[in-house]
T-cell receptor, first 113, second 110 residues
Framework: AQSVTQPDIHITVSEGASLELRCNYSYGATPYLFWYVQSPGQGLQLLLKYFSGDTLVQGIKGFEAEFKRSQSSFNLRKPSVHWSDAAEYFCAARSGGSYIPTFGRGTSLIVHP | KAGVTQTPRYLIKTRGQQVTLSCSPISGHRSVSWYQQTPGQGLQFLFEYFSETQRNKGNFPGRFSGRQFSNSRSEMNVSTLELGDSALYLC?????????FGQGTRLTVV
């Protein structure tokens, strides 16, 4: 079955530190991959997406993600975290023939001053 | 370009009542999907409508239903509300490449 796994439920970092959120997928073929961010009580905002091509993808708010086919991973990174980055982050994947993404359970990012 | 609009933002209902939530997608998008988000279950897919037809359905009881109008606006209805239906309901408007989400409707069942 198709699935997306985010191994970390919570991640705590200090402001200014680097960040990496993990995401692994299980699909028959390489899916389309996405990272979303959700602030409390809000909807999901798309940070970045990967369809094909360059495996390092740049997104909004200074985020980037790297697709690694050999590891079935699509990890999200940011070199220096700001307090405003505290939120829930969701990795998602969908196959090319579907409009329905499968979401991971989410990783809650806590930023210490 | 206007985003996805969900109304109302907040709703409080009593057990046994029914509720209707509305979603206006991005202009030109024909696919509208609904998700239920709870702390314990995460994001769960309810159903997807495309050009007024339900194209995909998640694993929810028949109390959850939806429809889509010719202008792509969508509604979802929950009948005979239960306490466990309390959740954030998110609507997504999709193009061929990505899904855009509304702010959600926070439903509280008391």
């Amino acid at each position: 079955a198709q699935s997306v796994t985010q191994p970390d439920i919570h991640i705590t970092v200090s402001e200014g530190a680097s960040l990496e959120l993990r995401c692994n997928y299980s699909y028959g073929a390489t899916p389309y991959l996405f990272w979303y961010v959700q602030s409390p009580g809000q909807g999901l905002q798309l940070l970045l997406k990967y369809f094909s091509g360059d495996t390092l993808v740049q997104g909004i708010k200074g985020f980037e993600a790297e697709f690694k086919r050999s590891q079935s991973s699509f990890n999200l990174r940011k070199p220096s975290v700001h307090w405003s980055d505290a939120a829930e982050y969701f990795c998602a994947a969908r196959s090319g023939g579907s409009y329905i993404p499968t979401f991971g359970r989410g990783t809650s990012l806590i930023v210490h001053p | 370009k206007a985003g996805v609009t969900q109304t109302p933002r907040y709703l409080i209902k009593t057990r046994g009542q029914q509720v209707t939530l509305s979603c206006s997608p991005i202009s030109g998008h024909r696919s509208v999907s609904w998700y239920q988000q709870t702390p314990g279950q995460g994001l769960q897919f309810l159903f997807e409508y495309f050009s007024e037809t339900q194209r995909n359905k998640g694993n929810f009881p028949g109390r959850f239903s939806g429809r889509q109008f010719s202008n792509s606006r969508s509604e979802m209805n929950v009948s005979t509300l239960e306490l466990g239906d309390s959740a954030l309901y998110l609507c997504a408007s999709s193009s061929d490449t990505e899904a855009f989400f509304g702010q959600g409707t926070r439903l509280t069942v008391v």
